[in-house]
């Protein structure tokens, strides 16, 4: 299978840190990853898409100054939350497509964030 | 797909029973389908997916319907175990291999 690992698992910050959540495919190059936010007994709302070595593109509505996505390697994502404030309180999750799999995502475990 | 940021509808069922999940999507475009599980606190697990080009396709004790005349997608779940208990959502993708999710069910296996 394609294992996808995200850290840390649960967080909690002061308002106006940085934090950093980290998405790495174990077994797998992916082409693309994804960046979702999900708020309690909702869907998941896709924030960004980011291909190796390339800008992400962000969806209508995100903040790219908030949210910094980096994707330096084929196995690596990371989301910056910039200034937390409470409001950014929400479950992250990452996935990863391959490309022997088109479509398929295969997902972290998720991020609780948690601003005070 | 549903619109996101609607509260979850809820399907309760007695264990042993089937459950029937239902999705309706709404890009004619889409000819790819998936069913995701995720359990609190979780990130989502592939369950099952179905092309455009098949109307049924069997797993281990699920199920996934298609019918693309009214855009509509089943998740049958046979002899449902407590282990179900879980919210799952489908997702549907045009070609652009990002997928879009709909709101997701909440299923609910009572012992």
């Known amino acids: 299978g394609a294992v996808v690992s995200q850290h840390p698992s649960r967080v909690i910050c002061k308002s106006g840190t940085s934090v950093k959540i980290e998405c790495r495919s174990l077994?797998?190059?992916?082409?693309?990853m994804f960046w979702y936010r999900q708020f309690p007994k909702q869907s998941l709302m896709l924030m960004a898409t980011?291909?190796?070595?390339?800008?992400?593109?962000?969806e209508q509505g995100v903040e790219k100054d908030k949210f910094l996505i980096n994707h330096a390697s084929l196995t690596l994502s990371t989301l910056t939350v910039t200034s937390a404030h409470p409001e950014d309180s929400s479950f992250y999750i990452c996935?990863?497509?391959?490309?022997?799999?088109?479509?398929?995502?295969?997902f972290g475990s998720g991020t609780q964030l948690s601003v005070l | 797909g549903e619109s996101v940021g609607l509260h979850l509808p809820t399907l309760s069922v007695q264990e042993g029973d089937n459950s029937i999940i239902n999705c309706a999507y709404s890009?004619?475009?889409?000819?790819?389908f998936i069913w995701y599980k995720q359990e609190s606190g979780k990130g989502p697990q592939f369950i099952i997916d179905?092309?455009?080009?098949?109307d049924k396709r069997q797993g281990q004790r699920v199920t996934v319907l298609l019918n693309k005349t009214v855009k509509h997608l089943s998740l049958q779940i046979a002899a449902t175990q407590p282990g179900d208990s879980a919210v799952y959502f489908c997702?549907?993708?045009?070609?652009?291999?990002?997928?879009?999710f709909g709101r997701g069910t909440s299923l609910i296996v009572h012992p």
């Open positions: 996935s990863a497509s391959r490309r022997d799999q088109g479509e398929k995502l295969f």
């Open positions: 077994d797998f190059q992916a082409t693309t």
């Open positions: 980011s291909n190796e070595g390339s800008k992400a593109t962000y």
């Open positions: 890009n004619s475009a889409s000819d790819y």
């Open positions: 179905i092309r455009s080009n098949m």
């Open positions: 997702a549907e993708s045009g070609g652009s291999y990002i997928p879009t």
